[in-house]
């Protein structure tokens, strides 16, 4: 029999009990109890950690890695056709950076955005048949007409002729066949498209009536285009498409059987060739079809005279641009004037462009719409457009925005009424950045510095939004020759006394009255007065002597934001000119 363990007999709680007593017995017997000699002291743990080895890692001889927020090096190369007089930019995609100079170097050089690629619009327009001259000044008169609309709504128009249809491997074919003159017109027209390429094709009395963000001109914009489509409606107004589908049709029609029967590309070429967009309301086609249903003094004008019925149809088609413009900005246009003060002749320029912008067009039929928008509000004489002289920028879809950007010397002088300036008024008796952050102080509140108001001010000039919304002067260039193409349709002028480029002036009749000013109406005197500041301004902002030009930079130090906005306003004004003069010349040769 096996001998019985003594702790069994103990309940399970006090064999436990027991057990632990006897192992703190045991560590007790052998080890000894704990004492306060072994735990360190509070010094001693301090000094401890505040020498501790730092290990020693081998060196690697890594590149630097690249920064691209770090501050440049060397100035930037100069860019091709990146000056205007004494106005310089560089194109780059940090143009949102508050300070141009941190990318430049260079005190005077703006950073713009890249421009945006223009996608390219043709049209065909046939030299060789025999016209008499009024109808060809007539003609050359539409194409301008086509040209400034497609221009302004960011495209690259492109006239295209019989030279551009003779290159075409396909051109020889074409004259084998014997086709009827509008026919063999139609084809030419497309052989000269498919010899230039992907793009979009219109007839010279295409236009686009719709505002800059509709949906079908970005579409067109964006310059790809996956389908060869034309749109249902349009006839042969409209066709877009790449270089290769467009070559293919061409391949089609000039084998059908029954080419000679047809009157369009449409005719001449299978079903399934083209893809039918029933959206279109954004383009108007004033085909003689149009013209004879909708506009009948146009039709009796083209009946009597062509040259004269293709005049009043120029006058038309301008005047439906503009009234399109109109209703795009429902809520009218505002004249920014932050400092109303003393600054009334200077924001004059701005003030006068809004009420020719405002007025009601010329037009042989002035109740008429588009044929695109037949249910329009045409203008009333009676109810212009508002206009109004905020001190702030809105950024508001319905509301254009017309802003005269002064450099801060002249606006020191005109705000403190000052004939000349020195450093030590400068410093002591004005504020910094003033009109800046007065005109955005709605928009941004009033406790953001110059830097981060430059960054909203720039999205607000040279964004695509921007551009489409706004119009960015400067109080010292006096030239708004460019007017029409920003706009897309002719502004009426009147020739100057003494030969400047003057501001568009139409009838008295049809003009809007001016905007009713927030502020007290200065006096004659106070006005001449401010012209009198606003021409000295001027006269010393050129001046190149050393101390003015030393006056000049201490004054854009001592506003930087201000100056920095001037510059950005001046360059992208300046480079949009020289963008499309270039396109001009390239187009006459």
């Known amino acids: 029999m096996q001998a019985r363990n003594p702790c069994s007999i103990l309940p399970r709680r006090l064999q436990i009990v027991f057990s632990l007593a006897a192992l703190v017995v045991f560590c007790v017997f052998f080890f000894g109890t704990p004492s306060s000699y072994d735990l360190p002291s509070v010094e001693k743990i301090q000094d401890t950690v505040q ?22 090096t060397h100035e930037p190369p100069v860019q091709a056709n990146s000056t205007s007089g004494e106005t310089k930019w560089f194109s780059d995609w940090k143009w949102r950076n508050p300070f141009s100079s941190s990318i430049t170097l260079d005190e005077n050089r703006a950073v713009l955005p890249p421009l945006r690629k223009r996608p390219l619009i043709y049209t065909f327009y046939d030299t060789t048949t025999k016209k008499d001259e ?48 509008a026919m063999e017109v139609e084809i030419a027209r497309w052989l000269a498209w498919g010899n230039m390429g992907t793009g979009v094709l219109a007839n010279w009395l295409t236009l686009p009536m719709a505002p800059y963000e509709d949906a079908l001109l970005k579409f067109l914009r964006r310059g ?31 084998e059908a059987p029954d080419i000679k029967n047809g009157l369009s590309m449409i005719d001449a070429t299978p079903q399934e060739t083209f893809k039918v967009d029933p959206q279109h309301n954004s383009v108007a086609f004033y085909s003689l079809d149009t013209i004879i249903s ?9 009946t009597a005279s062509q040259a004269h019925g293709l005049e ?51 037009s042989p039929i002035p109740s008429s719409c588009p044929p695109n928008r037949p ?54 008796e004005t504020d910094r950045d003033v009109w800046l952050t007065t005109a955005t102080k709605e928009l941004l509140g009033t406790g953001l510095a110059g830097p981060s108001r430059l960054v909203a001010f720039k999205d607000a000039v040279a964004s695509e939004w921007g551009t489409a919304h706004a119009l960015w002067l400067t109080a010292e260039r006096e030239s708004r020759a460019d007017l029409d193409w920003l706009f897309g349709f002719s502004v009426p002028r009147h020739a100057a006394v003494d030969g400047k480029s003057e501001t568009p002036v139409p009838g008295p009749e049809r003009r809007p ?17 401010e012209k009198d500041l606003l021409d000295k301004a001027r006269i010393a902002l050129k001046n190149q002597a050393r101390p003015m030009t030393m006056l000049k930079a201490a ?13 950005f306003a001046r360059a992208f004004s300046a480079r949009r000119r020289v963008e499309r003069l270039k396109w001009e010349e390239e187009e006459k040769a």
Request: hydrophobic share 35%; glycine share 2%.
């Open 134 to 181: 009024e109808t060809k000044k007539a003609e050359q008169r539409l194409l301008l007409v086509w040209r400034r609309a497609w221009w302004a709504q960011g495209f690259k128009p492109m006239v295209l002729g019989r030279s551009e249809a003779m290159n075409h491997p396909l051109y020889q074919k074409l004259q084998q066949l014997e086709l009827e003159p």
């Open 555 to 567: 004054v854009e130090a001592w506003s930087l934001a201000d100056a920095e906005a001037w510059r």
């Open 375 to 428: 249910k329009c509000k045409p203008c009333v004489s009676s109810h212009p457009m508002t206009l109004t002289t905020p001190q702030v920028f809105r950024n508001t879809s319905t509301l254009f925005t017309i802003g005269t950007v002064p450099h801060p010397y002249t606006l020191t002088s005109l705000h403190h009424t000052r004939d000349t300036l020195d450093m030590r008024f400068v410093r002591r």
């Open 224 to 254: 790809e285009y996956p389908h060869l489509t034309r749109y249902e409606g349009l006839q042969s107004g409209l066709f877009c498409g790449e270089k290769t589908a467009i070559n293919e049709a061409l391949k089609k029609a000039l």
């Open 294 to 302: 909708r506009y009948k003094a146009v039709a009796e004008a083209l």
């Open 513 to 529: 009255p001016p905007p009713k000013p927030e502020m007290p109406v200065p006096s004659a005197p106070e006005l001449a007065r």
């Open 51 to 72: 020498h501790i080895p730092k290990p020693k890692l081998p060196q690697l001889h890594a590149p630097n890695v690249y920064n691209p927020f770090r501050t440049a």
């Open 312 to 362: 009043v149809t120029a006058q038309l088609i301008n005047a439906h641009l503009q009234t399109t413009w109109q209703s795009t900005f429902s809520s009218g246009i505002a004249i920014l004037k932050p400092l109303p003060e003393h600054t009334t002749h200077l924001v004059s320029p701005a003030v006068e462009i809004a009420r020719n912008l405002s007025q009601c067009p010329e």
